[in-house]
């Protein structure tokens, strides 16, 4: 059950991180044109780059996990059987991992809450609103590392 509704979820994070880098690339290209062609700012547009990188970051974290695509110490990971690569994954998923994203929801969540009760915006005169939903996306990248932990214990664990 957790596997299946990881899967989906690991899916719809993949596309949306594709979909903002491509938002991301042409939104920073119309920029520069903008700006160093037709002398023309769009702090609009810089936030909307800004906002999709700030996304893609925190949401990257755990497609790159699904895919086994984070970084490890393989050095020492080379010679280990696959046995005891195992083991040192579940360690730590479970020593780092799960405590980490934890601590990180629980710490953040205040801050995310009062965003969205003022419904901030850009710090930027005439920049976009809706920063509260930049703010969100870190709980959600939480959520979601900590969904692809239990996943891969479940799946580890067989």
């Known amino acids: 059950m957790v596997n299946r509704i990881a899967l989906s979820l690991h899916r719809v994070t993949g596309l949306l991180c594709?979909?903002?880098l491509i938002l991301i690339v042409?939104?920073?290209l119309a920029v520069v044109?903008?700006?160093?062609?037709f002398g023309i700012g769009f702090i609009e547009l810089q936030d909307a780059v800004a906002y999709s990188f700030a996304a893609l970051v925190?949401?990257?974290l755990p497609v790159a996990f699904a895919e086994d695509g984070h970084v490890r110490v393989d050095v020492?990971?080379?010679?280990?059987?696959?046995?005891?690569?195992?083991r040192f994954d579940i360690a730590g998923i479970l020593a780092l991992l799960?405590?980490?994203?934890?601590?990180?929801?629980?710490?953040?969540?205040p801050d995310v809450a009062f965003s969205w009760s003022i419904m901030e915006g850009s710090k930027e005169t005439g920049g976009l609103p809706g920063f509260f939903i930049v703010k969100t996306m870190l709980p959600v990248a939480c959520v979601l590392m900590i969904l692809q932990g239990l996943a891969a214990l479940a799946v580890r664990h067989d």
Do not use: C, E, M
Request: hydrophobic residues 55%; positive net charge.
């Open 26 to 28: 042409l939104g920073q």
């Open 33 to 37: 044109i903008l700006r160093y062609v």
């Open 58 to 60: 925190v949401l990257g």
């Open 18 to 20: 594709q979909g903002l």
């Open 76 to 86: 020492f990971r080379a010679g280990q059987s696959p046995l005891w690569q195992r």
């Open 98 to 109: 799960l405590p980490f994203f934890g601590l990180t929801l629980w710490w953040v969540w």
